[in-house]
Every structure is written in structure tokens, then in C-alpha cells.
């Protein structure tokens, strides 16, 4: 499967070769047809357009009335216009890149620039009837968003106006147009978030239930496993479940079956929710088809399988790691969704105290020893690993990987994909890159004894090691070594650290408001060290949160530093309190306490804590 569509720059529209410094006309192709899945198909197209760009003497004038109205100042005017000579973007467009304006202040600037009214996407509500009126391929190649009807005119919300935009959109709706400004971040994701691949899942099953049904008349014995073509109902099912999932930034995507019907929920910011529910019929075909594309085994339906696959997502690649396993109301799927174009994030863009940040960057520093990230599933440690390794690099340092799957590449990193069809596990893949003459090995994850083994000898021959392992927080991830079987004067000696960390939603910043906890909420936060806050916060929900009152997440940490005291403890085999106690005394912050230093700061709020973290 492969998902395709036409390239573009963000604002929809493309520069003609004849653009000169004074004035200048965008010519536009006419755009593709969409079929909602981000597969492009031919369709009839609305006619060229010219739109007119912010250049030359308006370039010059937009700049006098954002330095008018103190928003840059003169240097970053000129600074701005030595960058677009270069870059040939726009003039807000750039400032915006170079961290001067926020789009939210360069929608308002262009309003009053242009003289139009600034549409809030964020409150504001799209009346879906009015979507129909603005094909959704149109939407995205001239970045268009239609609002509400406004009596006989159609109030349409654009990232950069014109009037030949204006007459344009006019002539393809058949009635008045009026534009708003919006900033072009707001204006993707509205089109993301109201033109749904998902819209027309309903046409797609009602159309699977009458070839089911013709099928079953013909064929006493049908098969689920039968080959389909591209176009067949469930594979279409298939690429709009993944594509949606992709623009809502979902992590993972459920199906799973019950009893007469099979629900499709993504895990979106950590927290699930239900999109679909689809018949019970179409189940068995569904996970059939995504077992082909992960090169699965599709005959076996008892025993739970492990698969890969890699697909193109409105111009996106991105790799998809598949899970099956057998239920009592038939099999069940989770794909991981991970994006291979994201930046990895800069240790200091982790979201770490400052005296964390320090204490954590002079150990990832040692030559030779063991740091440990440690968190549930999805608690971001493969983002810290990540971030580890972007901090410890450097050319005199061979530094090599074993991960499942390799999520990110590093140009000057050796990884190691995982292939247990090949023999290549993390125990056996480890072996092999001790005899690579590494200076700092990635254990991806550490799942098992002979893995854990292996790591430990590792860093105690001259080798600095950091992995993963699935432990509450710091203390338990030690005691998790010991279960192992490692003895304990090994731990003692290779572990220079332990992170425990978790992903915390933020409170979304367009809903967010004052309010006031319940009792049971103030009565934790009083009992977890809170200090008497002049307020708290929380999201109230809307467009842009999805009515969650939630937007990203952030991580909150606890470093466990393996000291002489920790080190007798772990050696002596003290309990999980005991460490803990010590480790708090000599100023370890639990992450507990992290978490409600985030509510102080009004980033989350106590309900998220306590779902998060209550009993740590």
C-alpha cells in the first residue's frame, strides 16, 4: 500500500519561475481530487488561479506596519529580508521561522494589513454542512477552510488573502465569498481534523456487507483469507484507519473485537479513544489484511504474531509495528504508529529540571558503566535514549545500537535492526557488537536474563551502556535486576543511574481556564508536598484539544544516582522503601513530587497526575 499525494509548500500555492522583487503572480496547477485516504485520484479540477504575493513594495509596507505596531524591530526587519532573498519565502512566513513572531500575532498583522476579520479555529465551530461546498482537495491546495454560512456568503478562513483567492473560491461555491485570516498551523489542522479520512467509512462497510453477502450465497464455505484487490472495501477501510490515526497524532491504533461489533480506538496524547465501530464481520478481514502488509503469517489466527510494515501517509513514510493476539471474541490488533521524519529531541528539550538536566548530562559522560531509562509502556524512554545518544556523539566515539525496531536513523551511529528469523535477538546481537570495539552500546530494551547479562558484563569491561527496561520507577527497575537473577554486587558496580519517567498531558492553551479542584484532588495534592497555589488551572475543551482540555504531554523524570550508600543498600538486598528513603534524603525528587511542581506551574492538572502516578 502506498499513500501519495502531490507536493506542496505549506501555503498551498507554488512560485512561478517569471516572480521578480517588486510584483509577481502565482500560477497554479489545477489540484488533484482526494479521496479522503491521502491517495490522490483524477477528478475534475477547479480552474487556475493567480494569487499575488506579499512582495515588494507590500512586503516593505507589511514590514513598516509590523515595526509600527512594535511587533519586530528595524534589525529583525532587515534580517528577515536578507533571509527571504535567500529562502524566497514569505516575509511573515520567515520571521515566523526565525522565532520572532508567533503565527497567532502574524494572523492579526495580516488582518489588519489586509483588512479582514482574524477567524479563531481554535473556538470557533466549522458548520459541516459547509464542508461540502469546499472539496477537500481544494481545502488543501489553497489552505482554505470553509466556517459558516453568513447569510447568502460563505465565510471561508485562508492563511494569506487576495482578492483573486476571494473570486476564485466565489466561482467554484457559486455564491459571495467572504475571507478571515488564520494562521496557516490552525488552518492544517482544521482541514486534518474536519475533512476526515474516516468520513466515508460507512459507505465502504455497507459496500463490504453486500459482497459479503453476494460471496456467502455462491460459496457455502467462504474464506476471510482470500486475496483482495487495492480497491476492494476493507483494504480502503484499512488506509483511512491509518491515515486518520496519522493526522490525529495518534500512537497506537486498537481493533478489537466484541460481542457484534469490533471497536477502532487511537491512543492519542496517552489517553485511548474510541473513533470507529465497525460489524463484527468485517473484523476477521480487517486484521487479515494488515497481517499481509506486515508480511504475517494470515493462516494462524491462535497464536499472537509480531509484524512490521512501511507505508506513505499524505507524503509522510512511516513505519507501523503490528501486533495480533487471540481473544475470546476473535483476534485482536495494535499497530504502533512511528513517525520516521520527527526530530529527535536535544536532552535539554526533554523537559528536565535544570539540576536534573546536569546531573543526568555528567553521567551520560562516564566511559564505561550502565544508565537505565525506566517507565511503562509509552512513557517516552526511547525518546531519552534517543536523546542520550545525540548528547554523548561525537566522531572520536564508535557508538552502536540493537533496537526493535529502529525508530530513528542516526548517520553516525552503527544500528542494529533486530530479525528473529535471522537469529538476531538482543542477547545474540549484543554479542556481536562487543566484538565491533564500541565505545557506547544502545540495549534498545533489556526483556530478558541473557540480554541483562550480557549488558552488565558490558559496562563492567570498559563499555558505557544505556537501555530501556519496563519498571514503575527508578526503585522497582533495580529490584527488577534482582528478580533477574543478576547478583547484586554486579548491579552495585554497573549501574552509574536509573531514570524512572512518565508522559504527562499538558492542559491545552486554548481552553485554559481557572478552576477549582474537588476536595479529593486538593486533599492529594496537600498529601504529595503541594505548596498553596493561587490558582489552579485546568482545559475546558475545544476544537483544538478535541474537547479533551489536553494538547501534548511532557515528561516528568526522577533520577536515581547510584551512590555508596544506594550501593551497600542494593547489595544487601534492602527493600524498595529503604531505597527509596535513602535516595530522597540524599535529594532525589520523585516523580510524584515533579508532577505536582508541573500543577503549581499550571502545565497540568491534579486529575492527570493522579492517573498517571497516584501510587508513586
Request: net charge negative.
Amino acid at each position: 500500500m502506498a499513500f501519495v499525494r502531490k507536493n506542496r509548500k505549506d501555503t498551498g500555492i507554488q512560485p512561478d519561475s517569471s516572480t521578480n522583487s517588486d510584483s509577481s503572480t502565482i500560477s497554479t496547477l489545477p489540484p488533484p481530487s482526494s479521496n479522503g485516504s491521502g491517495v490522490n485520484v483524477h477528478a475534475k479540477s477547479p480552474a487556475p488561479m493567480s494569487v499575488p504575493v506579499v512582495d515588494g513594495p507590500a512586503t516593505k509596507r507589511l514590514g513598516e506596519q509590523l515595526m509600527g505596531s512594535r511587533l519586530i524591530t528595524q534589525e529583525q526587519l532587515d534580517a528577515a529580508l536578507a533571509a527571504q532573498v535567500i529562502s524566497g519565502g514569505r516575509l511573515g512566513e520567515v520571521l515566523v521561522h526565525q522565532g520572532v513572531l508567533s503565527e497567532q500575532a502574524l494572523a492579526h498583522a495580516l488582518a489588519a494589513f489586509f483588512g479582514f476579520d482574524v477567524a479563531n479555529l481554535r473556538r470557533d465551530n466549522v458548520d459541516p454542512a459547509t464542508l461540502s461546498l469546499v472539496p477537500e482537495n481544494v481545502a488543501r491546495e489553497y489552505m482554505a477552510v470553509p466556517i459558516r454560512m453568513n447569510g447568502a456568503a460563505l465565510e471561508v478562513a485562508v492563511a494569506e488573502p487576495s482578492e483573486q483567492l476571494r473570486a476564485s473560491l466565489s466561482q467554484l461555491v457559486d455564491r459571495p465569498v467572504e475571507l478571515r485570516i488564520a494562521p496557516l498551523s490552525d488552518i492544517r489542522w482544521a482541514i486534518d481534523s474536519h475533512y476526515q479520512a474516516i468520513g466515508t467509512v460507512g459507505k465502504l462497510v455497507q459496500a463490504f456487507e453486500s459482497v459479503e453477502g453476494s460471496r456467502r450465497r455462491v460459496v457455502a464455505a467462504p474464506s476471510d483469507d482470500a486475496p483482495v484487490g487495492d480497491d476492494a472495501p476493507v483494504v480502503q477501510v484499512v488506509d483511512r484507519i491509518l491515515t486518520q490515526a496519522m493526522r490525529d497524532r495518534a500512537s497506537d491504533v486498537h481493533i478489537e473485537p466484541s460481542e457484534g461489533v469490533v471497536r477502532v480506538r487511537y491512543r492519542i496524547d496517552g489517553a485511548l479513544k474510541e473513533i470507529l465501530t465497525l460489524p463484527a464481520a468485517i473484523g476477521p478481514g480487517l486484521v487479515s489484511r494488515i497481517k499481509i502488509m506486515a508480511n504475517m503469517n494470515i493462516v494462524e489466527r491462535r497464536r499472537p504474531q509480531d509484524g512490521q510494515l512501511t507505508i506513505n501517509i499524505d507524503g509522510v513514510e512511516v513505519d507501523v509495528r503490528v501486533a495480533t493476539a487471540a481473544t475470546i471474541m476473535g483476534e485482536s490488533c495494535v499497530m504502533r504508529i512511528l513517525d520516521k521524519t520527527r526530530s529527535v529531541l536535544r536532552l535539554n528539550d526533554l523537559g528536565m529540571p535544570t539540576d536534573t538536566h546536569l546531573a543526568y548530562s555528567k553521567m551520560v559522560r562516564s566511559p564505561f558503566g550502565m544508565v537505565i531509562c525506566a517507565g511503562p509502556t509509552g512513557s517516552g524512554k526511547t525518546t531519552t535514549l534517543y536523546a542520550t545518544l545525540t548528547e554523548v556523539s561525537n566522531p572520536t566515539l564508535n557508538v552502536m545500537t540493537i533496537e526493535d525496531p529502529v525508530e530513528y536513523v542516526f548517520p553516525s551511529i552503527n544500528q542494529i535492526q533486530t530479525n528473529d528469523q535471522a537469529g538476531i535477538t538482543f542477547a545474540t546481537g549484543l554479542k556481536s557488537i562487543l566484538r565491533q570495539d564500541p565505545d557506547v552500546i544502545l540495549v534498545g530494551e533489556i526483556r530478558d536474563v541473557e540480554t541483562t547479562r550480557v549488558a552488565v558484563q558490558s559496562a563492567l569491561t570498559g563499555h558505557f551502556v544505556v537501555s530501556s527496561l519496563h519498571a514503575t520507577d527508578s526503585v522497582s527497575a533495580l529490584h527488577r535486576f534482582l528478580d533477574m537473577g543478576i547478583e547484586s554486587f554486579l548491579i552495585a558496580s554497573s549501574v552509574l543511574g536509573v531514570v524512572g519517567q512518565r508522559l504527562l498531558r499538558r492542559i491545552c492553551p486554548s481552553c485554559k481556564t481557572a478552576y477549582s479542584p474537588t476536595p479529593e484532588e486538593l486533599d492529594f495534592y496537600h498529601d504529595s508536598g503541594g505548596a498553596q497555589a493561587e490558582g489552579f488551572y485546568a482545559g475546558t475543551g475545544c476544537n483544538f484539544c478535541s474537547h479533551t482540555g489536553y494538547k501534548d504531554r511532557i515528561g516528568v523524570y526522577e533520577l536515581l544516582i547510584m551512590t555508596p550508600e544506594i550501593r551497600r543498600l542494593v547489595v544487601g538486598w534492602a527493600t524498595q522503601e529503604e531505597l527509596r528513603s535513602m535516595a530522597v534524603r540524599q535529594g532525589m525528587r520523585t516523580m510524584r513530587q515533579e508532577a505536582i511542581g508541573l500543577v503549581d506551574q499550571g502545565i497540568t492538572t491534579i486529575e492527570e497526575v493522579i492517573r498517571s502516578m497516584y501510587t508513586l
